[in-house]
């Protein structure tokens, strides 16, 4: 299949253009068909290099399809046309056409087959990413995202730092499978992992999406970090460091999400700990593992869309996030209460949602590589995602206490997309087999093995056992939490703030200094002068005098 | 599955919210989590690491992870908690 005509991601940035340039009924037919021809495009690229070019004397590869590649660019691809039509009544022009570019910037990214391509699109994302931080709109939605943007600019150059090491000492920008082990790969490894929210600086992520719109951060959750996750299936599988990053985000993910109030910043903090688990299983790096992370990915996209739009319909009909102020909202918003719940089951991993048939596959790639420690984190963080997740979410946000509020429920067409994603969540948990076709590797493993489906169940519903029982120490506090973030948000502020001071100190000094010397010009012009005491000639005899004294002196230091 | 939080003639009257509602809820809750270990004596859970097929490990676990995580969350708390306008200027 040489014949492409099209990328598909220049496809979908195409239709981001039209998305600003038309209006009405045109306008939404743009934002229906550019995701569909697509998706149309994804399915007609074939397996290998199907696309070649040259940029600045490098040959690249702008399309490259296998599997996996497909999978990813699938996802994106409906990620905006679900996120289309649940924001296209609500969002503003631009947010809508920053989000249809964004997407587009994922699929690239999905189908690069070289490095330079991987990059072009990765600054896409980080580009129309940042602007729709700042769709949100107010003084903390431009701060958040200006902090949002430096950090992916960061990220962009130390990416750009490692490609150019690997380009200079291989010859090659062909993105093949490597390992950790030089200062090149290294970087491209940072570089990626700032864009997973991997530590140390997971709290970009806490920081950005709840700052966006309510129907922004539906697109924010979907694209940055999966494109992450597949950048590093394709070039680290089997890196074993990943395995203890991954685990590190999946149980900072849940302590944090268990300490906040804000209702968004909960759902953030669950896709660092949801992208743990698939960088966890990149990291194991087995066929199943690969699979688990790709087909995780997959399934998280939809969920974790389907609970920011739950989370947006309830800000926007009552513009509020914070679980203090919320609750009982079950009362008049049925559809969104459901599609909340089933969000949240299927992130916690409950049998018969998408999560639970995805998430299995990551365990068993753990249990079948006999790493037990691992294996037994993650049976407890799949505990602590109901905890943090699973119940915490709906429970605060739509039961607790009656807040007073009798908001409307959600718009028809934020309702049919919430219906869509509760469908596809359901869905690949009931028939999980056509889903598995459309993974990179062939799997031959029974998610619903009695035994495996009970001790989910006993898993999870004595988490849910916990979470009641301990509900009075779950009281929502109006308080965020310290992250990383303080050392650039308060000590690089203060250490800035103090060396400017101390520069403005040093220059302020040195004028006076420039003062009192300008000051002492007259004087000085006097004793330099014929007249003054260092500009007046001497008397002959005087000068023969003193030269006589010093070479005096000269002589008797020489013999001494 | 309701608690008390959940205050009565406030305007509520919901029956999800009534306090017979809840109790049922509990109840049935309970059934339910007691029913999930005892089937295991009936169906195998197959274990990988000799520990996890104990009888009502599953349970055990979840339960004792969950209690550990509230607790360390709770500490890191003390610690790490700050009033919401921390960061404004």
Redesign the interface.
């Known amino acids: 299949m040489t014949e492409l005509v099209l990328p598909p991601a220049l496809i979908l940035l195409a239709g981001a253009a039209l998305v600003a340039l038309t209006r009405g009924p045109l306008r939404n037919l743009v934002l229906l068909v550019s995701p569909l021809l697509t998706l149309w495009a994804i399915w007609q690229v074939g397996d290998g290099v199907v696309m070649t070019g040259s940029f600045l004397g490098y040959d690249i590869e702008p399309v490259e399809g296998s599997a996996v590649r497909r999978l990813f660019a699938t996802v994106f691809a409906l990620m905006a046309l679900v996120g289309g039509l649940f924001a296209y009544r609500q969002a503003r022009v631009y947010e809508l056409a920053c989000a249809y570019a964004y997407a587009a910037g994922a699929v690239g990214v999905a189908f690069a087959g070289d490095l330079i391509t991987l990059f072009l699109y990765w600054e896409l994302m980080a580009i129309f990413s940042t602007a729709l931080v700042w769709c949100g709109g107010g003084p903390e939605a431009r701060a958040a995202g200006i902090r949002y943007a430096i950090m992916h600019l960061l990220g962009g150059v130390i990416l750009k730092v490692g490609i150019e090491g690997i380009v200079v000492h291989t010859g090659s920008v062909d993105i093949t499978p490597m390992l950790a082990g030089n200062f090149d790969s290294w970087m491209v490894l940072i570089g990626i992992l700032i864009n997973a929210a991997a530590p140390p600086v997971s709290a970009w992520l806490a920081d950005a999406y709840p700052a966006s719109s309510p129907t922004g951060s539906v697109f924010l959750s979907a694209f940055t970090t999966k494109s992450a996750v597949l950048a590093l299936i394709l070039l680290f599988p089997g890196e074993s460091v990943l395995i203890w990053i991954g685990l590190y985000m999946i149980f900072y993910g849940i302590i944090y999400a268990l300490l906040e109030n804000d209702a968004r910043r909960i759902l953030a903090y669950s896709v660092v700990n949801q992208v743990g688990f698939m960088v966890c299983a990149v990291g194991i790096g087995t066929e199943t593992a690969l699979n688990g992370a790709a087909a995780h990915a997959f399934a998280h996209i939809f969920y974790k869309a389907l609970l920011f739009m739950s989370a947006g319909v309830v800000i926007y009909r009552t513009g509020k996030t914070r679980c203090s102020d919320l609750g009982g909202l079950f009362r008049t918003m049925p559809v969104t209460t459901v599609c909340g719940i089933i969000g949240a089951l299927a992130i916690s991993s409950f049998p018969f949602t998408s999560g639970f048939t995805t998430k299995t596959l990551i365990s068993v790639a753990a249990e079948t590589e006999g790493l037990a420690l691992v294996y037994f984190l993650l049976m407890a963080a799949s505990a602590g995602v109901f905890l943090h997740a699973g119940i915490k979410f709906p429970w605060f946000v739509f039961f607790q206490k009656d807040s007073g509020m009798r908001p409307k429920d959600a718009p028809w067409n934020m309702a049919a997309a919430m219906v869509i994603c509760a469908g596809v969540c359901i869905g690949i948990g009931v028939f999980p087999e056509p889903f598995w076709a459309l993974l990179p590797y062939p799997v031959s493993y029974d998610a619903y093995a009695p035994g495996k489906v009970l001790f989910y169940l006993q898993l999870l519903l004595f988490s849910g056992l916990a979470f009641f029982l301990l509900l009075p120490w779950m009281r929502r506090t109006l308080t965020l939490t310290l992250d990383t973030d303080w050392l650039w948000r308060v000590a690089g502020a203060k250490t800035a703030a103090g060396v400017f001071r101390l520069g403005a100190l040093v220059v302020l000094r040195l004028a006076i200094a420039g003062e009192f010397l300008r000051s002492r010009i007259p004087a000085l012009t006097a004793m330099l002068s014929s007249t003054g005491s260092l500009g007046s000639t001497w008397q002959i005899g005087t000068t023969a005098l003193w030269i006589v004294i010093l070479l005096t002196g000269y002589v008797a230091l020489y013999f001494l | 599955?309701?608690?008390a939080?959940?205050?009565p003639g406030?305007?509520?009257d919901?029956w999800?919210?009534r306090p017979g509602t809840i109790r049922k809820l509990w109840i049935g809750?309970v059934v339910?989590?007691a029913s999930?270990?005892l089937?295991?004596s009936v169906?195998?859970?197959?274990g990988?690491?000799g520990i996890?097929s104990l009888f009502?490990?599953?349970?055990?676990?979840?339960?004792g992870?969950?209690?550990l995580?509230?607790i360390?969350?709770?500490a890191?708390?003390v610690l790490?908690?700050?009033?919401?306008d921390?960061?404004d200027d």
């Not at chain 2, 169906?43 to 197959?46: A, D, Q, S």
């Not at chain 2, 009502?56 to 339960?63: L, N, R, T």
């Open positions: 599955m309701h608690d939080d959940d205050k406030n305007g509520s919901h999800l919210t809750f339910v989590l999930t270990v089937l295991q169906i195998k859970i197959k990988y690491f996890d009502g490990f599953g349970a055990i676990y979840g339960f992870c969950c209690v995580m509230v360390s969350a709770k890191l708390g790490l908690k700050r009033p919401e921390y960061f």
